[in-house]
Each structure stands twice: as structure tokens, then as C-alpha cells.
């Protein structure tokens, strides 16, 4: 067996079975799960029957590369999205369809690396874990950037020793974050392609909450245009990941594009073809229809504002809290012990959410999760605020 698997440190959910194994929550009360990014609004009817319409593509293997179609479906909404110039996106070089960004974000790394090089790959902290699973499996070794409220809960790049990033080779960031939901301005992400051009390393751009976002004024910017602002038409050292998962509330599609510089698509194409990424007729068919149409889109993201609105002012009376810039996750302090916190408010109000101290990792500074918890405002509208009268009742509890 690859002996890199032992590096591979248990999944957040794993912890949190762990965590949570014999607990009895109380009968009387429904469960309510906030402790998975797990969209749950209905699927927009026009997606499903494109899905349907697709069934009779089944008799021939789908190319890696995608159809012309769907690449060209992903460049126009790219520059529609964010306001970039008629056909500044190559749908026929700079797109690669991709089965979610999950499975993208983790084999681009495995394309993009030097094996034998032991190469440092950049992180935020708390992250996405698989960032952290894609570079160990790589033979690389991970960075920890912390994200605190004190950084805005961005990464402070300037802080970064530049022996570090001599040796960086890949740069993730992610926009709008997870778990904190904080907003990389495009002057901030102009700043990132500048260090990664000085010292020569590759930044992958997680935005597959891009479509999330509270103030429809400012839109969450994309690592493309920070390049264009650059001049950087080709995109040179940019991969940026999308996903129809949360922004058309399909995650079961598993469905997404990668795109960005050329060169990187086509050597991630070379990996594919190998590594056997093609998707299926199916959802390419769904897809175009999904990456055609902004409307539901828009419709999808007011659910969230929504829910901000409502849940927030609930618990702010007893818990420091407030709406993020973009994704659908609070991310409160609550003090003390996040892992006891969780229990405890499992077993009393049988409503489960995830200690923070799971997705970040501990150095010198401690772990930059441990106190706070994540809670996923992915359920129904009403079901969030049964969830957050719980909560503020466990709390006063206490």
C-alpha cells in the first residue's frame, strides 16, 4: 500500500462520530443537522429535466476533455459572472469540465507537483481538508496559514517568511472562505499572483461559493480577474475551481469545471485522461443548462440572505456572531471547549454542528479553530431557525 496514506489524518465527520458515539439526544425533539456543507434546496426543475433529456447520450464514452458545448457554457459564465471582457475565457484551452471540485482540487495537486521535489504547499488554517489530503498524498508538505479575526480571517501573506515561500509551490486560497466566509478583495488576490510570479508558484483558487455572497453590491471578485488587472491574459499561474454543488443546489450532480492558464490545463488534461476524470453525458447535458441560466442562481443565494437575516439576530443576544461576507456558515466563538460544547448541545437539543478545532491544525500558535464551532445553514429555512432557538436555548442555558 502507498505508505503516504498514514500520513492522512482522520476526516473532520470521522472525529465527529467519534465525538459523539453513545450520546443520547432527547426523542422528543427532530434531529437537525448543521454540521455538513450539504445544500438541501430543491433542485431547479430545468436541471433535472436536462438531466432526463441526457439519458438517450449513454451509447458512446465521453471525451475528458468535455464537449465544446459545456466548456463554452463554463467560459460564458465566467464572463458574465465576473465582468470579464466577450470571450477573454478560451472555452477550448482554459476550461476542463471536472466531477466537483473535491475530486479536482485534490488530483490537480497530484498533476502539478514534483514527487520527488517535497515541495510546500500553502494553505489557510482552518481549510477544506482535502487541500491538506491532496498535498500529503503528493509527497508534499502542507503549510498552515491561520485565518483569526484578527487577519479578517484571510491569510496574512505578508507574514509569511520568505524562505517559505521559496520553497511554496502551490498556494491555495479560498474565496468566499470555509468555514469563516470571508471575501478575498481583488486587491488581495492581485497581491497573491505578485508573490507567486516572485517566487515562482502556482495559486489554485477554491470559489465555488462565488454565487454566495450578502451584499449583491460586491460580488466576490475571482482570481482570473485579479490576473487580468495584471495583465496577465493567459492567466499565467492561475487554476480557479467551480462547482454547481452549492451554487445550484445539486450536489449530488457533482459537477464542476477548473479553469486558468493554459499550460496548467493542458498538463491536468494529460493527468486526467490517465487518471480516468471524464464526466458523464448525463451531467454535461445538466450542466450546460445549469451554467446557461444566472436567474436560479440569484434565486438560490436570496434563500441564504434570508436565512442570515432570520438566524442571526436570534443569537446574537447570547453569542458573538454576525452574518459573513459570503458561503452559508456561521462560524461563532463559543468559548471554552468546542468539542464538549458539541456534545453537550447534541445531547441536550439533539442539533449537531462541527467543532472548529476539527478543521484547522494546531502550531505554534495554537489552533486557530479550537473555541469556535461551524454551523451549516444549509436546511430549510424554518428548520435553521428552530435550529438557532435551540442553540440560543442551550446557551442560556449554561
Known amino acids: 500500500m502507498n505508505p503516504l496514506l498514514q500520513r492522512l489524518h482522520p476526516y473532520p465527520f470521522e472525529k465527529l462520530n467519534a465525538l459523539l458515539a453513545g450520546a443520547r439526544p432527547p426523542a422528543t425533539l427532530a434531529p437537525i443537522a448543521a454540521w455538513i456543507g450539504e445544500p438541501q434546496h430543491a433542485a431547479p426543475e430545468f436541471i433535472l429535466a436536462a438531466l432526463r433529456a441526457g439519458v438517450t447520450r449513454l451509447g458512446n464514452y465521453p471525451p475528458t476533455r468535455g464537449s465544446a458545448e459545456l466548456r463554452a457554457a463554463a467560459a460564458r459564465w465566467l464572463e458574465r459572472r465576473f465582468g470579464l471582457a466577450a470571450h477573454q475565457v478560451d472555452a477550448e484551452r482554459m476550461v476542463l469540465p471536472v466531477n466537483g471540485t473535491r475530486e479536482a482540487l485534490f488530483s490537480f495537486v497530484q498533476a502539478s507537483l514534483d514527487p520527488g521535489a517535497h515541495a510546500l504547499v500553502l494553505m489557510p488554517n482552518p481549510c477544506y481538508q482535502i487541500y491538506e489530503g491532496a498535498a500529503l498524498l503528493a509527497g508534499a508538505e502542507p503549510g498552515f496559514l491561520d485565518t483569526t479575526a484578527q487577519s479578517g480571517y484571510v491569510p496574512d501573506l505578508d507574514a509569511v517568511p520568505h524562505a517559505l515561500l521559496r520553497?511554496?509551490?502551490?498556494?491555495?486560497?479560498?474565496?468566499?472562505?470555509?468555514?469563516?466566509?470571508?471575501?478575498?478583495?481583488?486587491?488581495?488576490?492581485?497581491?497573491?499572483?505578485?508573490?507567486?510570479?516572485?517566487?515562482?508558484?502556482?495559486?489554485?483558487?477554491?470559489?465555488?461559493?462565488?454565487?454566495?455572497?450578502?451584499?449583491?453590491?460586491?460580488?466576490?471578485?475571482?482570481?482570473?480577474?485579479?490576473?487580468?488587472?495584471?495583465?496577465?491574459?493567459?492567466?499565467?499561474?492561475?487554476?480557479?475551481?467551480?462547482?454547481?454543488?452549492?451554487?445550484?443546489?445539486?450536489?449530488?450532480?457533482?459537477?464542476?469545471?477548473?479553469?486558468?492558464?493554459?499550460?496548467?490545463?493542458?498538463?491536468?488534461?494529460?493527468?486526467?485522461?490517465?487518471?480516468?476524470?471524464?464526466?458523464?453525458?448525463?451531467?454535461?447535458?445538466?450542466?450546460?443548462?445549469?451554467?446557461?441560466?444566472?436567474?436560479?442562481?440569484?434565486?438560490?443565494?436570496?434563500?441564504?440572505?434570508?436565512?442570515?437575516?432570520?438566524?442571526?439576530?436570534?443569537?446574537?443576544?447570547?453569542?458573538?456572531?454576525?452574518?459573513?461576507?459570503?458561503?452559508?456558515?456561521?462560524?461563532?466563538?463559543?468559548?471554552?471547549?468546542?468539542?464538549?460544547?458539541?456534545?453537550?448541545?447534541?445531547?441536550?437539543?439533539?442539533?449537531?454542528?462541527?467543532?472548529?478545532?476539527?478543521?484547522?491544525?494546531?502550531?505554534?500558535?495554537?489552533?486557530?479553530?479550537?473555541?469556535?464551532?461551524?454551523?451549516?445553514?444549509?436546511?430549510?429555512?424554518?428548520?435553521?431557525?428552530?435550529?438557532?432557538?435551540?442553540?440560543?436555548?442551550?446557551?442560556?442555558?449554561?
Open 167 to 398: 520553497r511554496c509551490r502551490l498556494l491555495f486560497l479560498c474565496s468566499p472562505g470555509n468555514p469563516c466566509g470571508a471575501v478575498l478583495s481583488r486587491a488581495y488576490l492581485e497581491h497573491a499572483l505578485e508573490l507567486a510570479e516572485q517566487f515562482d508558484f502556482v495559486i489554485a483558487a477554491d470559489e465555488c461559493y462565488a454565487d454566495l455572497y450578502l451584499d449583491e453590491s460586491r460580488p466576490p471578485p475571482s482570481l482570473l480577474s485579479a490576473a487580468l488587472a495584471r495583465g496577465r491574459t493567459s492567466f499565467e499561474r492561475c487554476m480557479v475551481f467551480h462547482s454547481l454543488s452549492k451554487r445550484s443546489s445539486v450536489p449530488g450532480l457533482r459537477s464542476g469545471f477548473v479553469a486558468g492558464d493554459p499550460e496548467l490545463i493542458a498538463r491536468f488534461l494529460l493527468y486526467r485522461t490517465y487518471h480516468g476524470g471524464a464526466m458523464s453525458p448525463l451531467i454535461q447535458q445538466a450542466s450546460i443548462a445549469a451554467w446557461s441560466e444566472d436567474a436560479h442562481a440569484a434565486a438560490n443565494r436570496r434563500l441564504y440572505q434570508e436565512k442570515f437575516a432570520r438566524v442571526v439576530p436570534i443569537l446574537q443576544p447570547v453569542l458573538s456572531v454576525a452574518a459573513p461576507a459570503g458561503a452559508f456558515y456561521l462560524w461563532p466563538h463559543v468559548g471554552g471547549d468546542d468539542e464538549r460544547f458539541v456534545r453537550e448541545l447534541y445531547e441536550q437539543e439533539n442539533f449537531k454542528v462541527l467543532p472548529g478545532s476539527y478543521l484547522a491544525r494546531t502550531g505554534a500558535a495554537g489552533n486557530p479553530g479550537a473555541g469556535h464551532v461551524r454551523i451549516s445553514l444549509t436546511a430549510p429555512l424554518e428548520e435553521c431557525v428552530e435550529a438557532a432557538e435551540r442553540l440560543r436555548r442551550f446557551i442560556e442555558s449554561r
